[in-house]
């Protein structure tokens, strides 16, 4: 694959154009379940605006996202001698990704127990699950930039 070396700054600026829309949708989704179980209260209009907003985002912006995160850092990935697997940020960055991509799919499962139950969870619950993302991009972050170990 090392012809695609020409096309790496592109490749890798994509990688993050997707990063950040995957994340923006990532922090949001939680918030709106807050809301969401927050105002259950039987009013019937507020549920279905609730159901069809975390449809759109999970669906029309995040899942495209993710796969486009995924696409393009699998691509840089087969570029020959591009990482240093004998290194250690390589390995916590692929934990925390793969973490990520685990709590899209929780995100994804909490979709579906919304629009069966508007109260399946509590909103403090939602709160601290809020939390799991932005420790996890810290993680990334911090292995892809600083790259300390
Ligand atoms: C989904 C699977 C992912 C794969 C396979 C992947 C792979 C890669 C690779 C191979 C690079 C190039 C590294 C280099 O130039 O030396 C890269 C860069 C980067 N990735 Fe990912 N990545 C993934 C997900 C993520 C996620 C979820 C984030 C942030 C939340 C992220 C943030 C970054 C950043 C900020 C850079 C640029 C680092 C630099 O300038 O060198 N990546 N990624």
């Not at 012809?3 to 592109?10: A, D, I, K, M």
């Not at 940020?89 to 799919?105: D, E, Q, R």
Request: with cysteine; aromatic share 14%; net charge positive.
């Amino acid at each position: 694959m090392a012809w695609l070396y020409p096309y790496y700054p592109w490749i890798k600026a994509l990688h993050v154009i997707a990063v950040v829309a995957w994340m923006a949708g990532l922090f949001y989704l939680p918030r709106l379940f807050v809301y969401h179980v927050e105002a259950a209260s039987g009013e019937a209009d507020r549920e279905a605006l609730f159901r069809t907003m975390e449809t759109r985002l999970l669906k029309a912006i995040m899942n495209p996202a993710m796969i486009a995160t995924w696409v393009f850092g699998l691509t840089m990935v087969l570029l020959p001698g591009l990482i240093d697997w004998s290194a250690i940020w390589p390995w916590t960055k692929a934990a925390a990704v793969l973490a990520m991509t685990g709590f899209h799919m929780w995100c994804a499962a909490q979709r579906r127990h919304l629009a069966e139950n508007p109260a399946y969870r509590s909103g403090r619950y939602y709160r601290a699950m809020n939390e799991v993302p932005t420790l996890l991009l810290v993680v990334i972050v911090i292995s892809v930039i600083v790259r300390p170990f």
